[in-house]
C-alpha cells in the first residue's frame, strides 16, 4: 500500500465532492436541510416521554439517513468514471486495487465526519440535547464510519451492476430505500423489524438512539450492535470488491 | 540488486522467441485477440526496438486500439506472447505499468481538477516524489506553451487543448515506453504541428514510441518504422521509405490503396 498513491486519489475525491455542485448538495447541503425541516416539523410533538419531543427521537436516524446517501455518490462515481476512461487510466498506473478501494473508504469515511458534524450542529441548533456526553459522541462517531463502510460496499454492487451513472443512480435506491425506510426514524412494526435485522442502518440507528437516550455505554444492547454492523461492515465492503473486481467492468 | 539481476533474466523473452540480450521493447508473437465471435487481432508478429518510433497505422477498427491495450495490460491476449520491456504482459504486468505511459484514445481526465492537478495525481500515482512531479509537469507544460491554461479547471477546455493535456498525463513520470493512440485526432493544423514536435523530441531522448494513427503524413513525418494493420492482420511493415519504394508509390495512404483496395479514410 503506497500512502502517497491513496492520499493523491482522497484528495481528488473530496475536490470531486466540493466542486460538483449536484455532490456538494446531496453530501453536506441536504443532510442540513433534512436536519432543519424534521427538526422544524416534528420538534414540538409529544412523545409522551417527559422532556423528549418526537424529533429528539428521530434525530439518531437522521444521522444514519445522511450516511445511506454515500452509497449513490460512490455509485455514480464509479460509473462516471468509468464512462470517462478515468478507471482504465488509472489501472495503467501502478495503482492497486486495495489502494483505490482504500482511498473511497477514506474519503468516504472523511465526508461521514462532516455529515455527522452538520447534522449534530443543526440537531442542537434546534433544540435536541442528547445525553451521553463526549464518549456517546465518539461511540456514535464510530457507528456512523462503520455504516460508511457499508455504503462504499453497497455504491461498489451498483457500480457494478450498472451500465452508466444515469442507472447507477436508480439503482443505488434498491440499497437506499429499505434502509431509509426500515433502519433510521420511521417506526417498525413486527414484519417491518424482521426486514430491519438485515439492514445495516437498523442498527446504527438503534445504538445511537440508545447512547442519545442516556443509555450507560457499557450496555450490552449498544455493543452487540458495534459487533454485528462490523460483521456487517467487513461482509459488505469484502462482497463489495469482489463484485466489482468481476464485474465491475473497467 | 543480485536479485533484481536475476529477476530481469527470468522475466526476458525465452531464447526461441528472441536472444534476451537483444534491444527490444516490444515483442508481439503470434497474438491473438477474440471478441466473442470477432477476431479484432489475428495472428500478429512485430518487434519494435528501444528508441524506436514506430506507427501502428489503419482504419477505425483494424484493430490498433486492441493492440494497444494488450501491450498495456488492459486487455489478456486471447492467444500469443507478449513482451513489453523485457517483461511477459500475462505474468509481470506490474513492472510493465512502471515503464509505460498510455495516451488513450478518448482524453481520460479529471474535469473538476485543473490541468496541473490533474498532471500531479498521475505523477503521485505513478509513485514520484512531489518535487520532481513539480518539476517535470513545469518542463512539460513549458514545453507544449500549456503552462496558463494549465491553471484553469479543465471543463472549460477546447478539444485540442484535452488532448494535450491527455498526452502530457500519459508521459508525466518519464516513462521509457509511450503508447500514443490517435494523439492529433480533433486538433487544428497549428496544434497537430505542435504535438508532432514534441513526438518528435521524445525520439531525441531515446524513448520508444507507438503511435496509433490513421493520418498518413503524420506516420510519414516521424516513423521510423510503420506497420499497416486492417482487419487484425499485420499487412505491410518496413520504413516509409522502404513500403513507398516497395509499392511505387508516393505517400503511405496510397501503399494502403494499393494493398487492400481502399483508402484508409473509408474505414472510418
Known sequence: ?250 | MEIKVKDQIKSKAPEDILDPNSDYAIIIQNLVKKFDDITAVNDLNLQIKTGELFSLLGPNGAGKTTTINILSGLLKPTKGTVFVGGYDVKKELNHIKEMIGVCPQEAAIYKFLTGKENLDLFGSLQGMPKREIKERSEYLLKLVDFEDASKRKVKGYSGGMLRKLNMLIALIHDPEIAFLDEPTVGMDPRARRNVWEFIASLKNQKKTVILTTHYMEEAEALSDRVGIIDYGELIALGTPKELMQKYEVKNLEEVFLKITGRRILEGI
Open chain 1, 1 to 250: 500500500m503506497n500512502r502517497q498513491r491513496i492520499m493523491a486519489l482522497v484528495n481528488m475525491q473530496l475536490k470531486k465532492i466540493i466542486r460538483e455542485p449536484a455532490y456538494l448538495f446531496l453530501m453536506l447541503l441536504f443532510p442540513a436541510a433534512l436536519t432543519f425541516v424534521f427538526g422544524l416539523a416534528f420538534g414540538t410533538f409529544e412523545t409522551g416521554v417527559p422532556g423528549m419531543s418526537q424529533f429528539d427521537m428521530m434525530a439518531p436516524g437522521l444521522f444514519a439517513y445522511a450516511c445511506i446517501f454515500i452509497i449513490m455518490i460512490v455509485a455514480q462515481s464509479f460509473t462516471d468514471d468509468r464512462e470517462n476512461g478515468l478507471l482504465k487510466r488509472i489501472n495503467i498506473t501502478p495503482t492497486t486495487s486495495a489502494e483505490f478501494m482504500g482511498s473511497h473508504i477514506i474519503s468516504n469515511t472523511i465526508l461521514s465526519i462532516i455529515q455527522v458534524a452538520i447534522v449534530t450542529i443543526c440537531s442542537l441548533l434546534i433544540g435536541f440535547r442528547p445525553e451521553g456526553g463526549i464518549g456517546g459522541f465518539l461511540l456514535a462517531f464510530i457507528f456512523i464510519v462503520l455504516l460508511s463502510v457499508c455504503s462504499v460496499g453497497f455504491g461498489l454492487i451498483t457500480a457494478s451492476i450498472s451500465k452508466s451513472s444515469g442507472t447507477a443512480t436508480g439503482l443505488s435506491f434498491l440499497f437506499i430505500l429499505p434502509q431509509m425506510f426500515f433502519g433510521t426514524f420511521i417506526p417498525l412494526t413486527d414484519t417491518t423489524r424482521l426486514i430491519a435485522a438485515v439492514l445495516p442502518s437498523y442498527y446504527a440507528t438503534d445504538a445511537l438512539s440508545l447512547v442519545f437516550t442516556g443509555t450507560p455505554l457499557i450496555d450490552l444492547a449498544i455493543w452487540i450492535d458495534l459487533l454485528i454492523l462490523l460483521a456487517m461492515s467487513a461482509a459488505i465492503i469484502i462482497l463489495g470488491i469482489l463484485i466489482f473486481k468481476k464485474y465491475g467492468k473497467i
